[in-house]
């Protein structure tokens, strides 16, 4: 199953998401998906950073490479997909896609940058300050595919 949550960068954000973040998500039509299933995905992502890479691939929106920032142990699944599906992306007004059910991230290479400083920034200041058990039990909570 794929979903994907759109969004556009913003000028600048310390943080990914948020009020202050780097990136404004779209809404979606059914709040259910925004309210559970994305802070899941966030989880999963943060749970798994040291196994996360940003991978260029043969995607382009206006002329500029698409950076796949997923986990190097579904890059392949994750890559085929979006080079069957690249045309879909390079229409798209969005700037930015997340597939909240695989949990990957698809951009602009003009764009890299500031997203991997908002998402350390994420990382450091707001998952690792969360203790560790609290951390294990959100990735757990996480892994249950229940909306």
């Keep these: ?19 202050t973040g780097l990136i404004d998500l779209d809404v979606m039509e059914d709040k259910i998906f925004q309210t559970n299933i994305v802070p899941k ?3 999963i992502i943060m749970h798994d950073y040291e196994d996360y890479n940003y991978y260029v691939t ?3 929106r206006n002329n500029d490479e698409l950076i796949l ?7 392949r699944n994750e890559v085929k997909f979006i080079y069957e599906t690249k045309e879909y992306f390079s229409r798209l007004k969005n700037d930015f896609w997340w597939d909240v059910c695989n949990h990957w991230m698809l951009f602009p290479n003009d764009k890299m940058i500031a997203f991997e400083k908002s998402i350390d920034y994420d990382h450091q200041n707001w998952w690792m300050q969360r203790p560790e058990i609290e951390r294990e039990h959100a990735y757990q909570m996480s892994l249950k595919r229940k909306n």
């Design 1 to 19: 199953m794929r979903l994907i949550q759109t969004g556009n960068f913003k000028e600048n954000g310390k943080e990914l998401f948020y009020r």
């Design 41 to 43: 995905s966030y989880n």
């Design 69 to 75: 920032f997923c986990n190097k142990n579904t890059v």
């Design 58 to 60: 043969s995607a382009t």
